[in-house]
């Protein structure tokens, strides 16, 4: 038995494993076949009725969505009958609609605006008042439901009972009168709301968060990895670069390693992003005052720090926040060019690293925990595990320390507590994106850094799994680094700067 | 004129509902006759003699058991005693005159499509109904009609009542399926079909009560007996329900193919009051009208009801007299289709809830006669577009009234207007 | 009281096992509770949850979704009367007038009634016909209705 099937889609003879669905097959061929309720994540609710196609010999029009495709079938997505079904689907959806795009934050990625550009129905024929149901619920610390936007699709009912099995929503009372919420004034608590948003087709479910931040044509958009956890989650980030802001984060599909989710923890992941918790530009202790300076003084005064207590009494203390491009930078310069051979690792002190909440969160919060063991045990010649080492290197004395920070500060409660440890160490260079908390005594100089949406290269998730940070955004923060960056200045040819 | 008597085969027989009564006349033989044969004999003979589901399709009825598929292990039937069409009355009357008919071809319907458990899903304000149900259970039970080793035989079948609440979809088999597994009545999408996956994923054959109460005549008399009477397409008889300003309205059992007229005009008595016959729904609310012209030599069969551009469906004749107006009969009908849509697809729910929302601008005075071609475009938008019927059949009588009567509501609208009235 | 009476708790328990899945028996449960408490109460849903492993949302929809659910306090008698397309033709509203007349004759606060209109009850043969409470009254009248609503006393 063939375990394809062939059968022709518009004018074209397409073929698909046995078993996908016409509207699976459409996805695969870029065929455009509207609908609102199916989604690749979810079970067929085949409700919204919008994905009817044509099939040859059958008695009315078919949704795609639960169409299984069988050899020799012939479907069309283009006839006028199609044409007239999508016009009035989208009717049916519109006219208790309240159509308050202006104010809506879905408003550019909608749904019911996208396809009526291309099937709807002008002039629209409901002259009449429209049901009225309740707005601005609260359901969750990041959700807000508006249930005259719903279109009832249940998407989110079944992203509910079948991805956080919490059932936590359901669709109460009948016909147009049905109601999406929770049980009486309860709030949706799991780690997984936001996906709400992102499923709604429409702008029924929005985010606490962006609400009326931001109208998202001005947004761009680039890919890379949440920096959360060791899952390593494909993202994309949205921001506006002529205002160094970053807004959202969503989820992008990745059927091997979050399929098409991500929790909320990572969508706060942005926040330490953004101008106002930066560190702007370098800094030194320079006469006990904190002064800021240019960063390759600042870079230079830790070359002369390590040359005046040579590469025998210089330690690095490592985070699990960077590339694995920016570690082999970082170890090849320090390491290999310069000697230095005590490094250590920097995490938290009470991680469950083996903690998992069935769907993607981490107890290892670290994206690149296995990338920087990876790169130590290359350095070291064996095998390396993963540990706090802070109390270790503390009491080997350096006299110079480069510390690469960790850099998502829910994630790294510890670190202030941390930074308190390192006093005594005569030179303390601070390589750190954020810049609230870091102060401490001790610290010789803070060099800026880039943020994960700022740099290219990729993590190794909890399987080892490569985890590209395929685009980057401008740093917000204008002298940043990212560690390749700042250790390819270090070692350009010393500048004859007097200082 | 005599008629043959299947389903009414107790009338006015005292104490017709008791097991004794039953047992005197004949009762369980057959399924006494059944239990010693294969499923497939039954299904054979059931198919044999063209039996179709008296729900409102008229579904060859062996054909849907046959599509139970051999291998599975778990078999549920189901009957449909849910009976929530507008005008339709028959399966009450079932249960009214002979519970243990209907048990009894349940007992030949499970054993034909492998069934342990048996449920009757019967809608919750038949409040006696239920409790004559109930006791009749109880008493096939005790005298091992139900249960294991029924009737001395090794099977073991086990028929439970379970009771509605309140909706008319859960008359859609699917919908039924969905409340008997504790949840809203919603219809569910097809495929796959219940034969092969339904209450609860497993194979799943939902019959109306009066398919089932049939049963049992027929393997006593044999297929050829029932094809005798009816038509050739619909052999047997049906119950049908005449309803409205009629003199006799109640419940008849005719030959499928019996001539309308003579049903409302002999039958029934003809109208009360020297009413005129303005229109008649020929099978439940959700058939489209037909005016007395369209059924002058009109038959009461699937094929003959349904080339007139309406439906058997349950078989509810409903009567309309020449002082109805039109207008309320459209408010009525659309009121209770946006009543009981349950709202999961967007064309019924939304379509169903724009109708009678229409009709409401009626009563307001903001209605235009233009509606009236609205009301007949949004009810063609809505046909065969959604999972189950329901949706259809809103659109089918709007779409006939709006079509017939279009004229008469057209000056409802105008009198009833700021310009008219 | 912070839940069920006893009595009821038995006959829920048993009809959670009666069926192939507890859910199954979240209808036959509904109607358990409102025989006895005469409606459907917040707090009932959330025992179901707590005590009875019955999803509340599962519950919540189910009570929601089916017209003959109480789920306000309700008055001692409810009348039902049908008001579909045959009762209609056969003068339900006319009557249902007089019931609201029959209403409204009681001191506020005092009348044991409610009504409310309904779909088809499936005795068309009967029309006007009418529930009050489980009893099924057939051929009401103007003439007949207020003997038949008078022999309900609390």
């Known amino acids: 038995m063939a375990d394809t099937v062939t059968f022709r889609l518009n004018d074209k003879n397409v073929t698909v494993p046995k078993g996908w669905t016409v509207m699976q097959a459409a996805k695969q061929e870029k065929v455009d076949i509207p609908h609102f309720c199916w989604h690749p994540g979810l079970s067929v609710a085949g409700v919204c009725r919008f994905c009817m196609v044509h099939v040859q010999g059958a008695r009315k029009l078919e949704i795609a969505c639960n169409l299984q495709a069988t050899e020799g079938m012939v479907v069309r997505t283009d006839t006028p009958e199609v044409k007239e079904a999508h016009k009035w689907g989208l009717e049916f959806h519109l006219i208790n609609h309240p159509l308050d795009c202006p104010v809506c934050d879905q408003a550019g990625e909608c749904g019911l605006q996208d396809f009526y550009m291309e099937v709807g129905k002008y002039p629209s024929q409901m002259t009449r008042p429209k049901v009225l149901k309740p707005k601005a619920v609260d359901l969750g610390p990041r959700l807000i439901l508006d249930t005259e936007r719903c279109i009832l699709c249940s998407r989110c009912v079944r992203f509910e009972e079948e991805v956080t099995k919490t059932n936590a929503l359901g669709i109460f009372d009948r016909g147009d009168r049905a109601i999406i919420g929770t049980y009486g004034e309860e709030k949706i608590a799991h780690n997984y709301q936001e996906n709400l948003v992102d499923i709604c087709p429409v702008g029924a479910f929005t985010s606490k968060k962006f609400r009326f931040k931001q109208r998202v044509w001005f947004l761009q958009e680039k890919s890379t990895i949440c920096p959360g956890c060791s899952t390593g989650c494909k993202i994309q980030v949205h921001a506006r670069t002529d205002r160094r802001t970053y807004y959202r984060v969503k989820p992008q599909t990745d059927e091997a390693v979050n399929g098409f989710w991500m929790c909320d923890k990572g969508r706060d992941t942005i926040t330490h992003l953004n101008r106002e918790s930066r560190l702007p530009q370098a800094q030194m202790m320079i006469e006990g005052k904190k002064q800021t300076v240019p960063v390759p003084q600042a870079l230079n005064s830790l070359q002369r720090a390590i040359a005046a207590a040579g590469a025998q009494h210089t330690a690095l203390l490592v985070s699990a926040h960077y590339t694995v491009e920016e570690y082999q930078a970082f170890f090849d310069y320090f390491c290999t060019q310069l000697g230095v051979k005590t490094i250590y690792q920097w995490r938290g002190d009470k991680e469950d690293r083996d903690a998992f909440d069935g769907i993607l969160w981490r107890g290892d919060e670290n994206p690149n925990t296995a990338g920087l063991l990876a790169s130590l045990s290359q350095i070291q010649g064996r095998k390396v595990e993963a540990r706090n080492e802070l109390v270790a290197c503390v009491a080997q004395d350096p006299k110079v320390l480069i510390a690469l920070c960790p850099e998502v500060p829910f994630t790294s409660t510890w670190f202030q507590g941390d930074l308190a440890k390192l006093e005594g160490i005569s030179h303390v260079s601070l390589w750190t994106c954020r810049y609230e908390a870091t102060e401490a005594a001790g610290i010789t100089s803070w060099i800026p850094m880039k943020g994960f949406a700022e740099k290219t290269g990729h993590f190794l998730n909890y399987q080892g799994a490569k985890r590209e940070l395929e685009e980057a955004f401008p740093s917000a923060a204008a002298s940043a680094l990212s560690v390749v960056e700042a250790v390819q200045q270090l070692a350009l040819p010393q500048p004859s700067v007097t200082l | ?421 | 009281m912070d839940t069920f009476a006893p009595d009821l708790q038995e006959k829920i328990q048993s009809e959670l096992t009666r069926y192939e899945t507890p859910r199954s028996a979240i209808l036959p449960v509904l109607h358990l509770i409102q025989d006895y408490y005469e409606w459907i109460q917040p707090d009932h849903v959330a025992w179901l949850e707590r005590d009875f492993g019955l999803s509340r949302v599962h519950v919540q929809e189910v009570a929601t979704f089916y017209s003959m659910y109480r789920l306000e306090p309700c008055k001692p008698f409810r009348i039902l009367f049908c008001d579909n397309l045959v009762c209609a033709m056969m003068g339900a509203e006319k009557v249902m007038d007089k019931i609201r007349d029959h209403i409204g004759s009681f001191p506020e606060g005092k009348c044991p009634f409610s009504l409310q209109g309904v779909p088809c009850l499936g005795v068309c043969d009967g029309a006007p016909a009418m529930l009050v409470n489980k009893d099924r009254h057939l051929k009401v009248n103007r003439d007949n209705v207020d003997a038949i609503l008078a022999s309900y006393k609390v």
């Open chain 2, 1 to 421: 004129m005599e008629f043959p008597k299947i389903l009414t085969r107790f009338e006015n027989i005292p104490n017709s509902r008791a097991l004794a009564t039953y047992e005197k006349h004949g009762g369980y033989e057959a399924a006494r006759k059944v239990l010693g044969q294969k499923p497939e004999e039954v299904i054979a003979l059931v198919k044999d003699s063209g039996l179709r589901g008296r729900g409102g399709a008229g579904f060859p009825t062996g054909l849907k058991w046959s599509f139970v598929p051999k291998s599975a292990d778990t078999v549920y039937l189901l009957c449909n005693n849910d009976e929530g069409e507008p005008g339709t009355f028959k399966d009450r009357y079932i249960l009214e005159l002979s519970p243990h008919m209907l048990i009894e071809g349940m007992i030949i319907a499970a054993h034909a499509i492998g069934a342990k458990k048996a449920y009757i899903y019967t809608r919750c304000e038949f409040y006696d109904e239920i409790r004559w149900m109930n006791e009749a259970i109880e008493e096939a039970y005790k005298a091992g009609y139900l249960g294991a080793n029924l009737l001395g035989t090794k099977l073991h079948i086990d028929l439970d009542h379970y009771i509605g609440a309140g909706a008319y979809i859960c008359g859609e088999e699917t919908g039924l399926i969905s409340s008997l597994e504790g949840k809203k009545g919603q219809p569910k999408l097809k495929p796959p079909f219940p034969a092969v996956s339904g209450y609860l994923g497993k194979p799943t054959i939902v019959n109306n009560t009066e398919t089932l109460a049939a049963v049992p005549w027929i393997i006593t008399h044999g297929a050829a007996a029932y094809k005798a009477m009816g038509t050739e397409k619909s052999p047997g008889t049906k119950l049908f329900c005449v309803s409205g300003p009629v003199k006799k309205p109640g419940v008849f059992e005719r030959p499928l193919g019996y001539p309308l007229k003579k049903l409302i005009f002999e039958d029934a008595g003809g109208m009360i009051d020297g009413k005129q016959l303005k229109a008649v729904i020929p099978g439940g609310a959700s058939a489209p009208v037909l005016l007395p012209a369209e059924i002058e030599t009109l038959t009461l069969d699937y094929e003959a009801i349904a080339a007139a551009g309406s439906m058997l469906g349950s078989g509810a004749v409903m009567v309309i007299p020449h002082d109805q107006p039109m207008m309320e009969l459209l408010r009525i009908l659309v009121n209770f289709f946006h009543h009981e849509s349950c709202g999961q697809c967007t064309p019924c729910r939304e379509g169903t809830g724009w109708l009678a929302n229409i009709v409401q601008g009626v009563e307001e005075k903001t209605a235009l006669p233009e509606d009236i071609e609205k009301l007949y475009q949004i009810a063609l938008h809505m046909e065969g577009r959604t999972i189950c019927a329901l949706s259809d059949a809103a659109a089918m009588p709007t779409k006939a009234i709006t079509k017939k009567f279009a004229d008469e509501l057209k000056q409802t609208i105008y009198a009833n207007s700021r310009l008219g009235g």
